[in-house]
């Protein structure tokens, strides 16, 4: 098991709970879902939420637009080399 700290926090929406910031992410091996650990903008409740619930917020400037339903149509911006 490992319990990373992400810093920066990365913006993310829990499905069924909202918006929010990961500040922490949980691995509890192979057989497992990532765990992300999450404050909700609205409420301010922490919540650990499973990977498949986790996605990350709209960002116009990052290339990731609001998505029709279904992950797989987001297109991610191309990394850029610094």
């Known amino acids: ?6 810093d920066p926090p990365l913006p993310v929406d829990i499905e069924g709970k909202g918006q929010g910031f990961a500040f922490a992410v949980i691995d509890y091996g192979q057989e ?6 999450t ?3 609205n409420s301010g409740e922490i919540w650990c939420a499973p990977n498949p619930k986790v996605r990350l917020q ?5 290339g ?3 998505a029709a339903p279904g992950w797989e149509s987001v297109t991610l911006a191309p990394i850029k080399p610094s």
């Open 39 to 41: 404050g909700l903008s």
């Open 32 to 37: 497992h879902n990532l765990i992300w650990v």
């Open 64 to 66: 990731r637009t609001p």
């Open 58 to 62: 709209t960002n116009w400037t990052m």
């Open 1 to 6: 098991m490992s319990f990373t700290q992400l």
